[in-house]
């Protein structure tokens, strides 16, 4: 079946610096991919909106240029926390859609970020 | 914009015993509707979905689902749980087309299973 796959899963980073995190289809092509971010004990918050050439759209409140989004290919989409902070702290999972009628969406297993 | 509430936020059920954890949606138009668990530490696994016609369905792992449009309602079944069922869980309702859908989740409800 099909599957969303991220790299890393976890991943710890100094105050500052810039962190990337992929996902991926693994047996499907994706034009748009989603991210949400969760904090400990809490929901699944949208973030933006990754579309495969073009520019994300980004949820109200979400910083676009903080939490830079690529989507290069049908297949892979990338956030970059840029200048992250210790409050950027969270777990990063995306998703995508496969089909049309009967659509099933798959989540990716998630990255824990840790910014030190 | 829709919304999705969970009203309970933890529910403590005896291995063996029946289960329904409730969702209720706020939606405009027909909704998509979706139920995923999560273990710690994990990500997202779908356990059942509603887009339309039958308005029970039958999900992975023995769950199942009614949606229940005079009540704005999507609750979760199991009828009888198992120690492996403990996780949160997440309602989430879908808006957008088909294969490009973006979820608003629930705050989630903790089952925890006791012997």
């Known amino acids: 079946g099909a599957v969303v796959s991220q790299h890393p899963s976890r991943v710890i980073c100094k105050s500052g610096t810039s962190v990337k995190i992929e996902c991926r289809s693994l047996?499907?092509?994706?034009?748009?991919m989603f991210w949400y971010r969760q904090f400990p004990k809490q929901s699944l918050m949208l973030m933006a909106t990754s579309n495969e050439g073009s520019k994300a759209t980004y949820e109200q409140g979400v910083e676009k240029d903080k939490f830079l989004i690529n989507h290069a290919s049908l297949t892979l989409s990338t956030l970059t926390v840029t200048s992250a902070h210790p409050e950027d702290s969270s777990f990063y999972i995306c998703s995508a859609g496969v089909g049309t009628s009967g659509n099933t969406i798959y989540f990716g297993e998630g990255s824990w970020l840790t910014v030190v | 914009a829709q919304s999705v509430t969970q009203p309970d936020i933890h529910i403590t059920v005896s291995e063996g015993a029946s289960l329904e954890l409730r969702c209720n949606y706020s939606y405009g138009a027909t909704p998509y509707l979706f139920w995923y668990v999560q273990s710690p530490g994990q990500g997202l696994q779908l356990l059942l979905k509603?887009?339309?016609?039958?308005?029970l369905v039958q999900g992975i792992k023995g769950f199942e689902a009614e949606f229940k449009r005079s009540q704005s309602s999507f609750n979760l079944r199991k009828p009888s749980v198992h120690w492996s069922d403990a996780a949160e869980y997440f309602c989430a309702v879908g808006a957008g087309n088909f294969g490009n859908e973006k979820l608003t989740f629930g705050t989630g409800t903790r089952l925890t299973i006791i012997p």
């Open positions: 047996d499907f092509q994706a034009t748009t």
């Open positions: 509603y887009f339309s016609g039958d308005t």
